[in-house]
């Protein structure tokens, strides 16, 4: 079974920055898009970015210009470069992977960021 492993949470002050990974434990085979998503206490989950086979970026609104995601495929571990953290960006951020297989989700890593 296949298990993602996020890192690179923690507490920052609003300004900072921050850079999750999310590894797999193993090669995943064919993996079609490697997502990161937050939920925030008492909201649902959000895709905050996506990076999909070939490359290309999507972005929520809300982190469009400060939140970078990239994705080593040798690796099958996919990053989310944070800059100008601000306080709605405090949630439980976790990685999802789509492939051929099934979708794969990690435990989650906590971003908090204060005021």
């Known amino acids: 079974q296949v298990q993602l492993v996020e890192s690179g949470g923690g507490l920052v002050q609003a300004g900072g920055s921050l850079r999750l990974s999310c590894a797999a434990s193993?090669?995943?085979?064919?993996?079609?898009?490697m997502d990161w998503y937050r939920q925030a206490p008492g909201k649902q989950r959000e895709l905050v970015a996506a990076i999909l086979r070939g490359g290309t970026t999507n972005y929520a609104d809300s982190v469009k210009g400060r939140f970078t995601i990239s994705r080593d495929n040798a690796k099958d571990t996919v990053y989310l470069s944070m800059n100008n953290l601000k306080p709605e960006d405090t949630a439980l951020y976790y990685c999802?992977?789509?492939?051929?297989?099934?979708?794969?989700w990690g435990q989650g890593t906590q971003v908090t960021v204060s005021s």
């Open positions: 999802n992977v789509l492939a051929l297989t099934g979708s794969y």
């Open positions: 193993r090669s995943i085979f064919d993996i079609k898009t």
